[in-house]
């Protein structure tokens, strides 16, 4: 399985590719999932562009995308989009559109509650787990690991050459990971052997203008329909 991770944290300056709007993110979506991706990962954004975890932000955004793809949508929980943990949770249960899931980053304050919160609302869970960070070793305590959707395996290292032994590293960190699916993926200059790596280890992955603004060749990329259908070539 190929997810596309439409925006992330990225703004306009990251360029006129990265979807912003509720219609921009809806038309990416929709390419995206025509060139073969199976899930969205989406930042929903403020109209000026910040991450923003608001029911007046979150909803839209999910139902624009909704509107144009008959596949499972997920948007991000990080701590950026709301600092205080509390806060965060209290966004969690104000939604009034549920999307089909929601990650959580596992070495930030407040991930259990966070999950929980999504538990109680009917959400799945991605267990964001971050290479550098204790996240294993925190998800691997916590009584909401075998109850999440997936683990996602987050290589961030700034060397194509390393990212391989780190991503093993990960992995090996999450041992079994309690029995759940692993999506592995990269970030940046490691985006393109972590994907490579996932698909010849027979693990989910994903791809899109979050996670890198270039193709494997380093040309720009256009859009996240592009970046998705270089991944399934091969890369």
């Not at 590719?17 to 930042?43: R, W, Y």
């Not at 954004?45 to 144009?68: F, N, Q």
């Not at 699916?181 to 027979?202: D, F, I």
Request: proline content about 7%.
């Amino acid at each position: 399985m190929i997810q596309v991770c439409l925006n992330g944290a990225r703004g306009a300056g990251d360029g006129a590719a990265v979807p912003m709007s509720p219609a921009a993110l809806a038309e990416s979506a929709a390419a995206a999932v025509a060139a073969g991706a199976a899930e969205v990962h989406v930042h929903p954004k403020t109209p000026c562009g910040s991450d923003s975890l608001s029911p007046r932000v979150v909803g839209p955004a999910v139902e624009a995308i909704r509107a144009v793809v008959d596949v499972p949508v997920g948007v991000t929980t990080g701590a950026w989009a709301e600092p205080d943990p509390a806060r965060r949770v209290e966004r969690v249960r104000s939604w009034t559109v549920l999307p089909d899931y929601a990650s959580v980053n596992w070495h930030e304050d407040g991930a259990e509650e966070v999950a929980a919160a999504l538990l109680d609302r009917g959400m799945g869970i991605e267990a964001g787990i971050r290479s550098g960070t204790d996240g294993a070793r925190l998800f691997l305590n916590s009584p909401y690991a075998s109850r999440v959707l997936r683990v996602l395996a987050e290589v961030v290292d700034p060397s194509a050459e390393t990212a391989g032994p780190t991503a093993h590293a990960l992995l090996a960190e999450l041992g079994g990971a309690h029995g759940r699916p692993v999506l592995l993926h990269g970030q940046e200059a490691c985006t393109w052997p972590v994907l490579r790596l996932a698909r010849s280890l027979g693990l989910d992955t994903r791809i899109g203008l979050e996670d890198v603004l270039v193709l494997p060749d380093g040309e720009r990329a256009a859009s996240n329909a592009q970046l998705v259908r270089a991944a399934l070539a091969g890369a």
